[in-house]
């Protein structure tokens, strides 16, 4: 019986090692798709639809700011 406890011992060290390999895979997938993801985002920006969604997103918000100077968005009249 004494010697089954050395092979749990085994087994359980295994297990941590695996545990770990797996833990530092997962790492290293998130740090490459990360990187890619990054790259993927800078091609964007530097295409033409890239450029036109920053303009549009500009243009929006610029309206955004200049619209609705402490008026209300809606106006009723009376009459």
């Known amino acids: ?4 406890s050395c092979f ?3 087994s359980s060290e295994r297990k941590e ?3 770990e390999q797996d833990r530092l895979a ?3 997938a998130r740090a490459k798709a990360a990187e890619a993801a990054q790259k993927r985002q800078e091609q964007f920006e530097k295409s033409a639809a890239g450029r036109a969604a920053r303009a549009q997103l500009q243009a ?4 955004s700011a200049n619209t609705n ?4 968005v809606l106006k009723w009249q009376m009459g």
């Open 1 to 4: 019986m004494g010697c089954f």
């Open 8 to 10: 749990h011992g085994i």
């Open 17 to 19: 090692q695996r545990r």
């Open 26 to 28: 997962s790492a290293e």
């Open 60 to 63: 929006t918000a610029k309206q």
């Open 69 to 72: 100077k402490g008026e209300p």
